[in-house]
Structure formats: structure tokens, C-alpha cells
């Protein structure tokens, strides 16, 4: 990993937008700070298209559409994403026929791959897997933002708990012998029988929402995260951040960030923010 000190100016002026994971790189132990939030805002001042990608539940996502100043949301490993407007006909290519439902008037939309009955059908069946962990291993519990999830599952493993990571390994090899993928992030094991993860979620968005070609998306949009399930948006993005505190995660991680930043989650989030947005201010005209 490089200092931010080594990002270029031709680099951080290529860019079309920022890709952000959530907790503990924008939000510091679940938490909002102005630096992380100002970050935001100077991306955005700086003409960066701004897409949060996270673990967390899909309803969380469509709050934060309503209420922050980006333009999608990625939630739930990318296997759903919020975006405003209507999800017309156009937007459903990547979606397998794009079931869209809109909240509150239209203004936001769930885009989802599967539909209502299937997908409630598809979620039970995760519920009891994970119910039968919890009972097993009784330094996990379910994760409190279960409700409002519409995909996978998550078990609390660094929240509010701390598990034990040979009970985390454990319950990882089980589930992947019951067919059922895992994602793991810093404070939550996820169980899903979704194909999709953040890289995955972000290409798709991108080419059906903002008609990005695949390829060049990965070169146009940066991604910034810290932990394991942020590991194959950092394999598959060409300009990657990484907030100081993935330094903990560097064992999980195939791939670690191009760069890293010298501060932790908001701070550090503010201080990646900080340099792209002056090295592109600096940068000459093309
Ligand atoms: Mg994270």
C-alpha cells in the first residue's frame, strides 16, 4: 500500500466517482462524524458522482438515499441497490427483469433481482440456518438490523459481541458445506445464497443506472473501504483506498487498497476526500 502523498493528479482527474463502504470507513463505530460527512460533500463539490456500497440492510440503504447527498446505494454485499426515481424498463437489464419497488411516493426505488415471494421464501431458509448458529455457538447473536434486510442474514460478530474468530471459522465452514456463501466484514458474518458481492453490485449498477461500460467503470470510479468484504472491490477497481484501520484486516484481504490513509474510518475517509479533491483543483486543464 502507498501513501496518499503518491496518488497523481492525472489520477484523481480521471476519476467520474467515488464507491464507499460504510462502517468503519465512513462511519466510526456505527457512528457519523462531521469529518467523514464533510468528506462527502467536498467529493461531491469536486463533481464526483458518489455511490455508498455496504453490508448493511436494505432498508438502511434507502434512508440514506433519502437523506445524504449521493447518488446511489449499494446494501447488502451488492445484492440490492437504492437509487432516486423510478426503476423504468431501461434500468432492469442487470436486474433480470428488474423488480422495482418504489417507497414513499417514488422517490427512491429498491432495485432487486428476485421477486417479493421468492425472495422471502429464499431468506427463511437462511433465518433458521443462522437461528441453529446462534444456539451453538452462544457468543454470537443475530445482528440488530435484521429487520430491515432483504437478502441475507447477519450475525453479530464484532458489534455488540465478540466472537471468537475459530467460532467465526467454524460457522463459515458449515454454512459453505450447506451451500450457502459468506461474507465477512468487521463486525458482522453474512449469509446469503445471493451470487453477488460489493464488485459485482457496483458493475451492475453502474452499467444499468449509469451506463458505464463494465470495464472502463473500473477504471472511472474509486472505491475506498477498510475490511474482508471489501476485499474484491479492491481486486477489481484499478484506484483503491483503504481508511488506516484496514491495516487490521490486511489477513483477510487477497488483494489490499492502492492506497491507504494515514488516519482511521471518518478522519481517514475526510483525509482520502482531502486529496483527491485539491489534486484535482491543482491539476492543469487536459
Ligand atoms: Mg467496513
Not at 496518488?7 to 466517482?17: F, I, K, Y
Not at 470510479?221 to 474484491?232: E, I, L, M
Amino acid at each position: 500500500m502507498e501513501p496518499l502523498s503518491r496518488l497523481t493528479p492525472d489520477a484523481a482527474r480521471a476519476l467520474a466517482g467515488v464507491i464507499f463502504d460504510l462502517d468503519d470507513t465512513v462511519l466510526d463505530h456505527g457512528a457519523l462524524t462531521e469529518p467523514g460527512y464533510g468528506g462527502l460533500f467536498r467529493l461531491r463539490e469536486a463533481g464526483l458522482a458518489l455511490i455508498a456500497c455496504t453490508g448493511r440492510p436494505a432498508g438502511w440503504g434507502e434512508v440514506i438515499q433519502r437523506q445524504w447527498p449521493i447518488d446511489a446505494t449499494i446494501a447488502e454485499n451488492g445484492a440490492v441497490a437504492v437509487v432516486r426515481g423510478q426503476a423504468g424498463p431501461a434500468s432492469g437489464a442487470g436486474y433480470q427483469g428488474a423488480l422495482a419497488r418504489s417507497a414513499g411516493g417514488g422517490r427512491v426505488a429498491l432495485l432487486d433481482g428476485m421477486d417479493r415471494e421468492a425472495r422471502r421464501a429464499r431468506r427463511a431458509e437462511l433465518v433458521a440456518l443462522a437461528d441453529d448458529l446462534v444456539r451453538r455457538f452462544p457468543a454470537a447473536a443475530l445482528a440488530d438490523d435484521n429487520d430491515q434486510r432483504v437478502t441475507d442474514v447477519t450475525i453479530d460478530i464484532g458489534e455488540h459481541r465478540q466472537v471468537p474468530p475459530e467460532d467465526v471459522q467454524t460457522m463459515r465452514a458449515e454454512l459453505r458445506e450447506r451451500g450457502v456463501r459468506t461474507l465477512l466484514s468487521s463486525v458482522h458474518l453474512h449469509l446469503t445464497l445471493d451470487p453477488s458481492d460489493k464488485a459485482t453490485g457496483v458493475v451492475r449498477l453502474l452499467s444499468t443506472r449509469f451506463g458505464e461500460d463494465p470495464t472502463r467503470a473500473r477504471y472511472r470510479y474509486a472505491f475506498v473501504g477498510d475490511s474482508g468484504n471489501d476485499g474484491v472491490a479492491f481486486a477489481a477497481f484499478a484506484l483503491t483506498f483503504g481508511v488506516a484501520n484496514v491495516r487490521a484486516h490486511l489477513g483477510k484481504l487477497s488483494v489490499p487498497p492502492r492506497f491507504v490513509a494515514s488516519l482511521p474510518m471518518g478522519r481517514g475517509f475526510a483525509e482520502i476526500a482531502h486529496r483527491i479533491t485539491e489534486l484535482r483543483k491543482n491539476a492543469p486543464a487536459p
